[in-house]
């Protein structure tokens, strides 16, 4: 079975993620899996973009549903080669701006500000509904919608290092410095002094390179990626 999946992210790092563990789950499967990168945009040389969530929110709003919908088919009004349909969108956002979404002068956040964002579930509920309101969409019709939602607790490092821990990675405070520290020390490059992990794509993929990091630990770990696995899955089979 082959599939094409579109990826919107906030940045070329989860691109690399999710894009070997979501090979890794569904290749064990027999699904061939093929990826379009959406945002951040690649140019004709292919270079990428900037990236970061408010690109993610300019193209949730620029993409209205009508053409969204013309991703999956290359039979529309706004005519795209075969190559280029997917079947599935996925859109990304990390749980880790949630402070930073509510601080923001948003007015399509109004409604939601008020959220608690306490928990993991609370965290990853937040973003969620960011992404409802940034689409245009209701929760009921995501499914035939064909999008799926990749909302990391508390980003992409965290799914990426899970295997390495014991404990469920999305209720460790302090998960994007023991990210930091693992990713690191695993390639031997000295902590930077702020010990935060600086998200340069060659860091992530050298560290996905020589770690065994499977989908089915990361699931283990993390109920975000589990529920992300299952609503891939499920729309991958439709």
């Known amino acids: 079975m082959n599939r094409k999946l579109g990826l919107v992210c906030e940045g070329k790092s989860d691109f690399i993620v999710l894009e070997h563990l979501l090979r890794d789950h569904f290749g064990s499967q027999g699904v061939n899996l093929s990826f379009r990168w959406l945002q951040p945009h690649t140019d004709a040389t292919g270079r990428l973009g900037e990236g970061g ?18 991703l999956f088919s290359s039979d529309s009004i706004f005519s ?5 349909a997917i079947n599935v969108l996925i859109i990304h956002l990390d749980a880790d701006i949630c402070e930073e979404i509510k ?17 993991p579930d609370q965290r990853a509920s937040f973003i969620r ?28 490092e965290a799914w990426l290092i899970a295997h390495e821990i014991e404990e469920n990675v999305e209720r460790i ?66």
């Open 53 to 70: 969530w408010r690109l993610v929110f300019q193209w949730c709003l620029r993409n209205v549903p009508t053409q969204r919908e013309a």
């Open 173 to 238: 405070v302090d998960i994007g410095v023991r990210s930091a520290e693992i990713i690191y020390a695993a390639l031997d490059i000295r902590l930077p002094s702020d010990r935060k992990i600086k998200k340069k794509p060659a860091i992530f993929q050298r560290y996905i390179d020589q770690s065994p990091v499977a989908a089915r630990m990361v699931a283990d770990k993390c109920a975000r990626f589990a529920e992300f696995i299952e609503q891939t899955s499920a729309q991958i089979e439709r």
């Open 80 to 84: 795209i080669s075969e190559d280029e």
């Open 129 to 156: 509904a960011c992404l409802v309101q940034w689409l245009g969409i209701d929760e009921e019709s995501l499914t035939e919608s064909k999008h799926v939602f990749a909302i990391p607790v508390e980003s992409t």
């Open 103 to 119: 601080r923001s002068d948003l007015e399509s956040i109004a409604r939601i500000r008020d959220m608690d964002t306490d928990t």
